[in-house]
């Protein structure tokens, strides 16, 4: 199985702020990364989703790839106390011809108005 | 609504019963899965369909369960002679074929507890 590292947390940052969640991951191989929202009780929501090194933008996320670090990160600008949730990484990997996907145990974010 | 869903949203067991629970995917996704979440963690990954094949099975999954997607429509996840251990939200997604693979969708989950 592989693995994908999270800190728990909780990260708690100002209304306004940038949040930085970071996620690392162990297959030196995984094709394509994943950023899901969790609202306590509820079930994941995709929020973005990067394949190429680099950065991707959409709105106030920033999702960041580096395969030769093997990390992943989302940035979210401009905190809302409605960020306030977990946020899943999601890796997936090749295994015997057939795609996987592995979760982190997510990162709590409060955002303190 | 096009969504994922799941049914029931919520069953309370006793330990040793069998329970049922049913996933209805994004209607155009030919791919499905099923996972099972516990308290502060990650989804678990159970097994997965494309169409009304299993393709994929997870060791997490014991004899005790069993999932299938007969028309390649909805899906049925069984677990028979339930166990506390088995306490948890399970958690349906679907994805298109024809987009990029693993961009699943969540339903809303169905919370099992057994007591």
């Known amino acids: 199985q592989k693995e994908v590292e999270q800190n728990s947390g909780p990260l708690s940052v100002p209304e306004g702020a940038i949040a930085s969640l970071n996620c690392t991951y162990s297959?030196?191989?995984?094709?394509?990364f994943f950023w899901y929202r969790q609202y306590s009780g509820k079930s994941p929501e995709l929020i973005m989703f990067?394949?190429?090194?680099g950065d991707k933008e959409d709105g106030r996320f920033t999702a960041q790839l580096n395969k030769a670090s093997q990390y992943v990160s989302l940035l979210i600008r401009d905190s809302q106390p409605s960020d306030s949730a977990t946020y899943l990484c999601?890796?997936?990997?090749?295994?015997?011809?057939?795609?996987?996907?592995?979760f982190g145990i997510g990162t709590k974010l409060q955002v303190i108005p | 609504d096009t969504g994922v869903s799941q049914d029931p949203r919520h069953k309370i067991t006793k330990r040793g019963q069998n329970v049922t629970f049913r996933c209805d995917p994004i209607?155009?996704?030919?791919?499905l899965y099923w996972y099972r979440q516990t308290l502060g963690q990650g989804p678990e990954f159970l097994t997965y369909?494309?169409?009304?094949?299993?393709?994929?099975k997870s060791r997490l999954l014991s004899d005790r369960f069993s999932a299938e997607r007969p028309k390649g429509s909805f899906s049925t996840l069984e677990i028979q002679r339930t166990e506390q251990g088995d306490s948890a939200m399970y958690l349906c997604?679907?994805?298109?074929?024809?987009?990029?693979?693993?961009?699943?969708?969540f339903g809303p989950g169905t919370r099992l507890t057994v007591t």
């Open positions: 997604a679907s994805s298109s074929g024809t987009r990029i693979l693993y961009e699943q969708y």
């Open positions: 297959d030196r191989g995984s094709q394509s």
């Open positions: 990067i394949y190429s090194n």
């Open positions: 999601a890796v997936v990997w090749r295994s015997g011809g057939y795609q996987k996907v592995t």
């Open positions: 209607s155009e996704h030919n791919r």
């Open positions: 369909f494309q169409n009304e094949a299993q393709l994929e």
